[in-house]
C-alpha cells in the first residue's frame, strides 16, 4: 500500500499521535513558563536584598570592570546610582590607577577564599578614596572569572 491510500485506521492513529505531541508539548511550555517565572521572581528577589545591604558591594569581572554594584558603593564613591557606577566606573575604571587595579586582582586571584586587600579607589569626581577590600575569586566553565568585593573600611 502506497503512503498516499493510507487506511482511515492509520490516519486515526497518526492523529492520535499528533494530539498526543501537541499536548506535550503544551505541558513543556507550561512548566517552562513555571521556571521562568520563578527565575524572575527569585532574581528580582536578590537584586532587592543587594539593594537593601548597607555595605558597598561589587561583582567585578576579570580585568575589574563593575559587573554589579550596590548602592551602597555607589554612594561611597560619589555615584548618584548602581547603574552609573556599571557605566561610568566601567570607562574611568573603579580603582586608581591601572597598577593598583592589577595589583589588587592579582592578589585575589593568589588566595583560595577570601581575602582583605588595602587599595586606593576612584570616586566618580577623580579624588582617590582609600579603602579596605573584602574580595573572592569564583570561576566556572559557564561563566569565567569575577571577583566579589565589599568595601569593609
Known amino acids: 500500500m502506497t ?9 486515526a492513529g497518526d492523529v492520535v499521535a499528533l494530539r498526543k505531541q501537541v499536548a506535550d508539548l503544551k505541558e513543556e511550555a507550561t512548566a517552562r513558563r513555571r521556571v521562568e517565572d520563578a527565575l524572575r521572581g527569585t532574581a528580582e528577589e536578590l537584586r532587592a536584598h543587594l539593594d537593601g545591604v548597607p555595605v558597598p558591594l561589587a561583582r567585578l569581572a576579570a580585568n575589574g570592570d563593575p559587573l554589579l554594584a550596590n548602592p551602597a558603593l555607589a554612594r561611597r564613591l560619589g555615584y548618584a546610582a548602581a547603574r552609573e557606577v556599571l557605566g561610568l566606573g566601567a570607562v574611568l575604571g573603579l580603582f586608581v590607577d591601572r597598577t ?12 583560595e577564599g577570601e581575602t582583605e586587600v588595602e587599595t586606593v579607589l576612584r570616586r566618580k569626581d577623580g579624588a582617590p578614596m582609600a579603602a579596605r577590600l573584602l574580595g573572592r575569586r569564583t570561576a566556572d566553565a559557564a561563566h569565567g572569572e569575577w571577583f566579589d568585593v565589599a568595601v569593609v573600611g
Open 3 to 11: 503512503h498516499q491510500h493510507r487506511g482511515k485506521t492509520e490516519l
Open 100 to 111: 593598583e587595579r592589577e595589583r589588587v586582582l592579582c592578589r585575589l586571584r593568589a588566595v
